[in-house]
């Protein structure tokens, strides 16, 4: 069964810092990958998808790099803002069943001003 | 419009009401999908339809009853349930349920069964 997990549960840091969050599955059969970001108590937004054969991402100020062999993802931030403050959860799809996310736990993320 | 819109946004209710949620999404989507998520933890597969047919049941007990009556409509229908179901329940569509469409995810209903 696929398992996900993500480090650190939980990350602190000040306005302006770049920063990194990890994402390891345990099964490296997926079809892609994709990093969500949640506010409290509100759905889900997608922020990168990453396909199986793709290395890496980016869209604005985030990049996220993917290396299916070892089964990581990181998920970078650069220059970051109190309004990233959220939690950031990645989920991979597997082949055999791509309609179906495994989810990590996620990373809540507070960005300090 | 790349919205997907849930009410009510909260629900209290008995164990012995009945009510129902709903979903709505206008992008044309032809999948769509119902998550359940406790506090803290991810998010939870519970069903999901294509093209308007039952396409995943991932094994959720019948006290949660799933209907897409359209292709811009879903519904989940609730009957006796218990306290432990109280959880944020999220909807999503994507364009087929294919492997390479994102998701896209609603604001949830805030479910308090007591």
């Known amino acids: 069964k696929q398992e996900v997990t993500q480090i650190p549960a939980a990350l602190s840091v000040p306005e302006g810092e770049n920063l990194v969050l990890n994402c390891s599955f345990t099964?490296?059969?997926?079809?892609?990958l994709q990093w969500f970001r949640q506010d409290p108590g509100k759905g889900l937004t997608s922020l990168l998808l990453?396909?199986?054969?793709?290395r890496e991402q980016t869209s604005g100020r985030l990049n996220a790099s993917l290396d299916k062999s070892s089964g990581r993802s990181t998920l970078y931030i650069a220059a970051s803002q109190p309004g990233d403050s959220a939690t950031y959860l990645c989920?991979?799809?597997?082949?055999?069943?791509?309609?179906?996310?495994?989810f990590g736990s996620g990373t809540k993320l507070n960005v300090k001003p | 419009d790349t919205e997907v819109t849930q009410t009510p946004k909260h629900l209290v209710m008995g164990m012995t009401n009945k009510k129902s949620l709903k979903c709505e999404q206008h992008?044309?989507?032809?999948?769509m999908y119902w998550y359940k998520q406790k506090a803290k933890k991810p998010p939870e597969l519970m069903f999901v339809y294509s093209y308007e047919k039952l396409s995943i049941n991932e094994s959720v007990p019948s006290r949660f009853s799933p209907e897409c009556p359209n292709s811009s409509l879903l519904n989940l229908h609730l009957h006796a349930l218990q306290p432990e179901d109280s959880a944020l329940y999220l909807c999503?569509?994507?364009?087929?349920?294919?492997?390479?469409?994102?998701?896209?995810f609603g604001p949830g209903t805030r479910l308090t069964v007591l």
């Open positions: 992008m044309g989507h032809r999948a």
């Open positions: 099964d490296s059969a997926i079809y892609n």
């Open positions: 990453i396909q199986s054969s793709q």
């Open positions: 989920a991979v799809q597997i082949l055999r069943n791509f309609n179906k996310f495994y």
């Open positions: 999503a569509s994507s364009l087929s349920g294919g492997a390479a469409d994102t998701q896209y």
